[in-house]
């Protein structure tokens, strides 16, 4: 059964930082376009960063570039999404999410493309 489960989120003052990571079971990242998201509320969902696992190749949002990362630990089956200077409106659910066997720009993915979700990690950044 594939499988994704974020964990990491919290509480955290502005400027701050955390880590979440996202563990896979059932496959492995290899071949899939990695993707992590946030929804805020009352708001839509939007994408973070991407990453093409195949090279490595990353997209961010004009909101995170320069402060969040992605990282892939392939021995532990694990991404993480390194996010530092969080501002306040930063607070939102994070989700990671996965696409197989696309070798195109991960950018232009929608949400709605993705094949395998998991189930959200909430961070609060306060001011």
């Known amino acids: 059964e594939v499988q994704l489960v974020e964990s990491g989120g919290g509480l955290v003052q502005a400027g701050g930082s955390l880590r979440l990571s996202c563990a896979a079971s059932?496959?492995?990242?290899?071949?899939?376009?990695i993707g992590w998201f946030r929804q805020a509320p009352g708001k839509e969902r939007e994408g973070v960063l991407c990453m093409r696992s195949s090279d490595g190749v990353t997209s961010y949002a004009d909101s995170v570039r320069g402060r969040f990362t992605i990282s892939r630990d392939n021995a532990k089956n694990t991404v993480y999404l390194q996010m530092n200077s969080l501002k306040p409106e930063d607070t939102a659910v994070y989700y990671c999410a996965v696409r197989k066997g696309y070798g195109g720009r991960c950018s232009v993915l929608t949400s709605m493309t993705y094949d395998y979700w998991g189930q959200g990690t909430q961070v609060t950044v306060s001011s």
């Open positions: 059932g496959f492995t990242f290899d071949g899939y376009v």
